[in-house]
């Protein structure tokens, strides 16, 4: 099965990683919005953070997202 991870929720775990200095020298070397997460302050860390969370909460929710109208059946 191939991974079916978003770019939003790579960049996430990354991110996440780099604050809680977990982050491999690897991992470091992304960028993210054109900055290498080993160049980023904690505030850009933070800010990228909260970016990338609402697209990956954005990009999962589109899967699960409910019609307008929804059919019931009453007895």
Same mark, same amino acid.
């Given at each position: 099965?191939? =991974?079916?991870?978003?770019?939003?929720?790579?960049? #996430? %775990?990354?991110?996440? *990683? !780099?604050?809680?200095?977990?982050?491999?020298? $690897?991992?470091?070397?992304?960028?993210? =919005?054109?900055?290498?997460?080993?160049?980023?302050? #904690? %505030?850009?860390?933070? *800010? !990228?953070?909260?970016?990338?969370?609402?697209? $990956?909460?954005?990009?999962?929710?589109?899967?699960?997202?409910?019609?307008?109208?929804?059919?019931?059946?009453?007895?």
């Amino acid at each position: 099965m191939a =991974d079916e991870t978003s770019f939003s929720q790579n960049a #996430l %775990e990354a991110i996440e *990683a !780099a604050i809680l200095g977990r982050a491999s020298d $690897a991992l470091l070397e992304q960028e993210v =919005d054109g900055v290498k997460l080993k160049y980023m302050s #904690l %505030e850009q860390l933070l *800010a !990228a953070r909260d970016k990338f969370k609402m697209m $990956a909460d954005a990009e999962s929710s589109e899967g699960i997202r409910l019609p307008s109208t929804v059919p019931r059946s009453f007895r």
